[in-house]
């Protein structure tokens, strides 16, 4: 037998000897064991060319507004019309902070969530946990327009009507693997040179970081790491079609 046949071969005994029932019980374990490898590897290959507060000893979530007036300022947001879009709305804490300082007239904010909280289990929070009904947000200003649901059901009816003329800063926020990958490859043939997503939960790897890099590595995305804030938890990345 040569050694394809054999790599075969093992691969049809592992599945028919339902090896999964002793090797299921490592996967998480294992799955985050090569996340956070690749997480470090990603971190050491990639400079951020902006604010970066690495390394910090203590972890303060007050952090990500550093990040956000560095965005705003350094990529000359505040004066040009842009499209926000949020995934992962919950109490709109974010999203009022963009509302407040991104003050222009004909600038767009999309907020998405099931408002009904988080779809599925991350990590220590259950499915449901984070929910904030869409009236409690308290937001009245009229560029800010609201999709309640899953991502899953919400953002393709929205991209088959959404005009992208403005530059978009997009704000993953929804924590899951499965809800960032697949707003992610919806976006993707709307992502024009200097759009610009930022991530609140970049630093778990099987999550964000996950979804990420097989989303650019699939789609082959080239990127700038223009942020980066409490120790790579929240970051932001600007496209690059040049
Ligand atoms: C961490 S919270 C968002 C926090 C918010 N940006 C803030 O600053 O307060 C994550 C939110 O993502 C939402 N979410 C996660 N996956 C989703 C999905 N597939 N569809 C819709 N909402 C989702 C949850 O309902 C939850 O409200």
């Known amino acids: 037998m040569n050694k394809l046949d054999l790599i075969r071969k093992s691969k049809s005994l592992f599945m028919k000897w339902n090896l999964h029932h002793i090797a299921g019980s490592l996967e998480g374990g294992l799955l985050n064991l090569a996340?956070?490898?690749?997480?470090?590897?990603?971190?050491?290959?990639?400079?951020v060319t902006g604010y970066n507060d690495w390394y910090?000893?203590?972890?303060?979530?007050?952090?990500?507004?550093?990040?956000?007036?560095?965005?705003?300022e350094k990529q000359g947001l505040a004066q040009v019309p842009i499209d926000y879009i949020e995934f992962g709305v919950s109490s709109?804490?974010?999203?009022?902070?963009?509302?407040?300082?991104?003050?222009?007239?004909a600038s767009n904010f999309f907020g998405f969530d099931t408002?009904?909280?988080?779809?599925?289990?991350?990590?220590?929070?259950?499915?449901?946990?984070?929910?904030?009904?869409?009236?409690?947000?308290?937001?009245?200003?009229?560029?800010?327009?609201?999709y309640k649901g899953l991502f899953q059901d919400t953002l393709i009816p929205f991209l088959d009507q959404y005009k992208s003329?403005?530059?978009?800063?997009i704000h993953m926020d929804a924590d899951l693997f499965s809800a960032t990958?697949?707003?992610?490859?919806?976006?993707y043939r709307f992502l024009?040179?200097?759009?610009?997503?930022?991530?609140?939960?970049?630093?778990?790897?099987?999550?964000?970081?996950?979804?990420?890099?097989?989303?650019?590595?699939?789609?082959?995305?080239?990127?700038?790491?223009i942020a980066a804030a409490n120790n790579y938890l929240f970051l932001a990345v600007k496209i690059r079609k040049d």
């Open 35 to 47: 996340y956070m490898s690749k997480l470090s590897k990603w971190r050491n290959d990639n400079a």
């Open 56 to 72: 910090q000893q203590s972890w303060d979530y007050s952090r990500r507004i550093n990040l956000y007036k560095s965005v705003l």
């Open 92 to 105: 709109g804490s974010s999203f009022r902070w963009w509302l407040q300082h991104q003050q222009h007239e």
């Open 115 to 146: 408002f009904e909280g988080l779809p599925e289990a991350f990590g220590p929070f259950g499915k449901g946990e984070m929910a904030a009904s869409l009236e409690s947000i308290g937001v009245t200003d009229p560029r800010a327009t609201f």
């Open 165 to 169: 003329e403005n530059r978009k800063l």
């Open 181 to 187: 990958i697949f707003a992610l490859s919806q976006l």
């Open 192 to 225: 024009n040179d200097g759009d610009i997503i930022m991530f609140d939960e970049f630093a778990v790897p099987t999550h964000e970081f996950r979804a990420f890099q097989i989303f650019a590595d699939s789609f082959y995305i080239n990127y700038e790491v």
